[in-house]
């Protein structure tokens, strides 16, 4: 490499749209023009370029990921948002919030930020996520666990959860060909792949949220606009009062479910 315009150029031969903000990104992160090279090498096979860097940014925090772990979208700082919104809501106490799917812990990390919580727990299957989650959450008090969705909550938190988030996989089994090789090849399956419809994991989520939810809580998901009709009306199954905001920009959609604020609600 002979300098910044010989980077550029590699990075943008590799398809790097925004090349020349990549190549100041990887200059800043490499201590030595050996490392850099590395680095250089590994973006330039397809390896996302938030995992070279250690961060990304997310609802304006910085958050800490790295190979293996799901990237956080953008886009779902609008479920962060809504769980704010939901958090604040709660009246005369601090809320207690759960993250399910948490990967990195991303949407967590947004909610502790902006409101004071009574206790965050965070759990995701992938063992590869939760020393990322740890990491993020750790620091600002939030228990990270690892299992299968509600599986991996400690008992004492049925009936207790106020803002219930998910960030759960929703891409159908026969759209994953289509997404970005760093997508495709570089993140877990498991935060990917939603079943046939995209809607598996949240149909188990839908149907375990009445038990663990407190009185008046939310369970909020993001989902692509086309699955909402669906998702509505399975939520609404497991008893769940149902309002799907109004979709971003990309067609990206957050669902919100109530639970009855009393048994006869």
Do not use: K, S
């Not at 990075?11 to 990549?22: H, T």
């Not at 939030?142 to 509600?150: A, E, S, T």
């Not at 909550?153 to 759209?175: E, H």
């Amino acid at each position: 490499m002979t300098g910044p315009a010989a980077l550029v150029a590699r990075l943008r031969a590799a398809g790097c749209v925004f090349a020349e903000d990549e190549a100041r990104l990887l200059a800043g992160t490499a201590a030595t023009p050996a490392a850099l090279e590395e680095l250089t090498t590994r973006r330039v096979a397809g390896e996302p370029l938030e995992h070279l860097l250690g961060t990304v940014e997310f609802a304006g925090l910085p958050v800490a990921v790295g190979p293996g772990v799901f990237v956080p979208r953008q886009r779902t700082a609008a479920l962060a948002a809504r769980a704010v919104a939901a958090a604040r809501a709660v009246p005369g106490r601090r809320p207690v919030a759960v993250e399910l799917c948490c990967g990195c812990g991303a949407v967590g990390l947004a909610l502790a930020t902006a409101v004071e919580l009574a206790e965050l727990h965070a759990a995701d299957v992938d063992p590869a996520a939760l020393p990322w989650a740890r990491r993020n959450l750790g620091p600002i008090g939030g228990v990270v666990h690892g299992g299968d969705l509600y599986d991996a909550l400690p008992g004492q938190l049925r009936g207790r959860v106020d803002v219930l988030v998910a960030n759960a996989p929703y891409v159908p089994t026969g759209a994953l060909g289509l997404l970005p090789p760093e997508a495709r090849l570089h993140e877990p399956r498991t935060a990917l792949d939603g079943g046939d419809d995209g809607l598996d994991v949240h149909r188990r989520i839908a149907a375990g949220a009445p038990a663990w939810l407190a009185p008046g809580g939310l369970l909020l998901v993001e989902v692509g606009r086309d699955q909402v009709p669906v998702l509505t009306a399975v939520l609404a199954r497991a008893g769940l009062r149902v309002r799907a905001c109004p979709p971003e920009e990309d067609g990206t959609t957050v669902v919100t479910a109530g639970r009855a604020t009393t048994p006869g609600d």
